[in-house]
């Protein structure tokens, strides 16, 4: 509840306060867990590993979508069509690393634990390290579409830069994300 209120009230402030108070909900949300503890949170292991999925399935649909908002109104040839191809395959790569693992099989080292250590799990596999594969897909998504937007131009180092961190960020979060998940891709 304080993190919706700090993200409301930045919404309200604007401008660089705005930046900080969400930022303040941020880093609140990311140690709740530490300073409240994980006992009485309660983790179904199969809707808990579904519903995580989804969110990944809308970020990487959302990075589709820029590809083809860069493209709208660009008449089509073979250089749109290659940057175009190029982007919607990193995205299909993105899907395939995270859904080409076994859902089961996090669902299963998820339920073997007991009730605390499977909600401290939960919380590292799916709370901390799906933060960086979101941000990752964020920043792909907005190189992306800058990219097919301008398919006759090179990206510049700062763009460049931002999708190789993007991708580091989404490969991070999905290695010790599957390691505390009981293996995955």
Not at 52 to 69: D, K, P, Q, R
Not at 157 to 171: Q, T
Request: charged share 10%.
């Amino acid at each position: 509840m304080a993190a919706a209120v700090l993200i409301l009230a930045g919404g309200v402030a604007g401008g660089t306060l705005q930046y900080a108070l969400w930022a303040i909900a941020g880093a609140f949300e990311w140690l709740t867990p530490v300073i409240r503890g994980t006992s009485g949170f309660l983790v179904g292991p199969a809707h808990f590993v579904e519903r995580h999925g989804l969110v990944v399935i809308v970020a990487i649909g959302e990075s589709v979508v820029a590809v083809g908002f860069g493209a709208a109104h660009l008449p089509v040839d073979a250089s749109l069509v290659a940057v175009a191809v190029l982007g919607l395959a990193l995205s299909a790569c993105l899907w395939w690393l995270y859904f080409g693992g076994d859902d089961e099989r996090a669902e299963h080292a998820l339920g073997k634990l007991p009730q605390l250590e499977r909600a401290q799990a939960a919380v590292r596999a799916f709370g901390y390290w799906h933060m960086p594969m979101l941000l990752g897909i964020i920043a792909i998504a907005a190189v992306e579409r800058e990219a097919t937007g301008n398919p006759f131009s090179s990206l510049s180092w700062a763009r460049a830069a931002i999708l190789a961190g993007g991708v580091c960020a989404f490969l991070l979060g999905e290695a010790f994300g599957a390691g505390v998940r009981g293996g995955g891709s």
